[in-house]
């Protein structure tokens, strides 16, 4: 079946630091993948997606380029913020956008001063 | 746009009781809703999808009549948990979402702790 693996956290970095959560995924057919994000105290959040090969998601100033030769969705931020400190979950789903959604365990961020 | 609010955030009940955990789309009709459940450090797992006015599609493992689910309005899902034992004390998170090709939208999550 599908499944999704992250890099175990938690990851701690000072402000404007390189931030890189590693994915990697195993599914049958073309997935798209997703990155969400979940702030303290509320719900997941769409943060990228790519829906083909080489694609390349992108949204306040983080990163993730859909590699197939190695089934990867790396996230990548090129200098992180406190504000940036949540925990992110990389996802695929096979069909569609709205279709099931297999997650990975998630990364806890902890930015600091 | 596109706020999905879950209530409760947290209840306690003792075991044995049955559990209820409303799933609303405010802004926007939800013609499919999904439920998930988080372990402590784990991923979430996908328990069931819900289309409005159909039966609930459930994943293997998950008990349909020990997890009743309705979805009897484009703005509204609920999760009942039914003679909840402290096993099923976990982090319970719905999504909405408009079609198959719009995104998931999630709530806050209902973290359900059964004494």
């Known amino acids: 079946g599908d499944s999704v693996t992250q890099m175990e956290g938690p990851v701690t970095l000072s402000e404007e630091a390189f931030l890189t959560i590693n994915c990697t995924y195993t599914?049958?057919?073309?997935?798209?993948l997703f990155w969400y994000v979940q702030y303290p105290g509320e719900g997941l959040q769409l943060l990228l997606k790519?829906?083909?090969?080489?694609d390349k998601g992108s949204n306040k100033g983080f990163e993730a380029t859909y590699r197939k030769e190695t089934t990867s969705f790396h996230l990548e931020k090129g200098s992180v913020q406190v504000s940036d400190s949540a925990v992110y979950f990389c996802a695929l789903s096979d069909t569609g956008t709205a279709s099931k959604l297999t997650f990975g365990t998630g990364t806890r961020l902890q930015v600091t001063l | 746009g596109a706020v999905v609010s879950q209530h409760p955030s947290r209840v306690i009940c003792k075991s044995g009781t049955s559990v209820k955990i409303e799933c609303r789309s405010l802004d926007f009709q939800a013609t499919t809703m999904f439920w998930y459940r988080q372990f402590p450090k784990k991923s979430l797992m996908l328990m069931a999808t819900?289309?409005?006015?159909?039966?609930?599609?459930?994943e293997q493992g998950v008990e349909k009549d020990k997890f009743l689910i309705n979805h009897a309005s484009l703005t509204l899902s609920t999760l009942t948990v039914t003679s909840a034992h402290p096993e099923d004390s976990s982090f319970y998170i719905c999504?909405?979402?408009?079609?198959?090709?719009?995104?998931?939208?999630f709530g806050d999550g209902t973290r359900l702790s059964i004494l």
């Open positions: 599914a049958t057919g073309y997935p798209s």
């Open positions: 999504s909405a979402s408009r079609d198959r090709n719009q995104p998931q939208h």
């Open positions: 790519a829906t083909k090969a080489d």
């Open positions: 819900s289309n409005e006015g159909s039966k609930a599609t459930y």
